[in-house]
């Protein structure tokens, strides 16, 4: 019994040491509760947010920085995966839901935060072959030829 008591102590410890979970805002708005994890949310990666609601709902969709993303359902009720532009600079910001309901559009604003990342500059050499394609007027159209 005495041998097994640290071996306890130690499994407690170590179960209770786990990392700390992702930050979420969590915010309620009649019967629909709405849910963002910040765990991805830096320049270059995304927003998962989470929609539960008691009652069935219309189309719902979580507008950007201008994009407009719609929610898929999952079994643990609807989903979107939002990105964040890597030109995005780090701070708060705010996410929009917009759902059709019983009554109408609705839109909920969500407070979130962009976690600041730098990435390190590049740079990308063309070879000389591929310069002269640059000085051409049609430069524009044939970029994917660069």
């Known amino acids: 019994m005495r041998r097994l008591l640290p071996v306890f102590l130690i499994l407690i410890v170590a179960l209770g040491a786990s990392p700390l979970p992702a930050q979420t805002v969590v915010k309620r708005v009649g019967m629909v509760t709405v849910t963002i994890d910040q765990g991805l949310a830096f320049p270059g990666g995304l927003f998962v947010v ?34 964040i532009r890597a030109t995005l600079p780090g701070g708060p910001t705010t996410l929009g839901i917009e759902l059709q309901a019983r009554r109408g559009r609705q839109r909920i604003a969500m407070p979130a935060v962009v976690a600041a990342r730098d990435y390190p500059p590049r740079s990308v050499t063309l070879p000389d072959d591929k310069r002269s394609l640059l000085m051409q007027p049609g430069a524009v159209r044939q970029s994917r030829q660069l």
Not at 51 to 60: A, D, F, H, N, Q
């Open 50 to 83: 989470r929609l539960l609601s008691r009652r069935g709902i219309g189309p719902v969709v979580a507008s950007f920085d201008g994009l407009r993303c719609p929610f898929f359902a999952t079994r643990h009720g609807l989903r979107a995966l939002v990105p």
